[in-house]
Nanobody, 117 residues
Framework: VQLQASGGGLVQAGGSLTLSCAASGLTFVNYAVGWFRQAPGKEREFVAHINQSATTNYLDSVKGRFTISRDNAKNTVYLQMNSLKPEDTAVYYC????????????WGQGTQVTVSS
């Protein structure tokens, strides 16, 4: 299983970015995918999750600003991030797990998101 995260960059506060997580080596429709982030000096934290039936959940601080979605035909999950804030600055990671299991055994490399004030 391989996950490839992309789409990070530098954006001004209030701006938008869309992250992508492309998966390979798995039957994508059988997997739930999550986005996590880690800011310098902080613990990694959950950001958003989408399961195989496209049910989603979010970190409270990103609700209403971030939207997670999936395109099963492209084996890709997206994280649309709007109204970005400096506190959203972090390395963002995507991770996958087989449905009906706990934990995320598969992780992509991170993509840096930097929001300037």
């Amino acid at each position: 299983v391989q996950l490839q995260a992309s789409g990070g960059g530098l954006v001004q506060a209030g701006g938008s970015l869309t992250l992508s997580c492309a998966a390979s080596g798995l039957t994508f429709v059988n997997y739930a995918v999550g986005w996590f982030r880690q800011a310098p000096g902080k613990e990694r934290e959950f950001v958003a999750h989408i399961n195989q039936s496209a049910t989603t959940n979010y970190l409270d601080s990103v609700k209403g600003r971030f939207t997670i979605s999936r395109d099963n035909a492209k084996n890709t999950v997206y994280l649309q991030m709007n109204s970005l804030k400096p506190e959203d600055t972090a390395v963002y990671y995507c991770a996958a797990r087989l449905i009906s299991t706990s934990g995320y055994p598969y992780w992509g490399q991170g993509t840096q998101v930097t929001v300037s004030s």
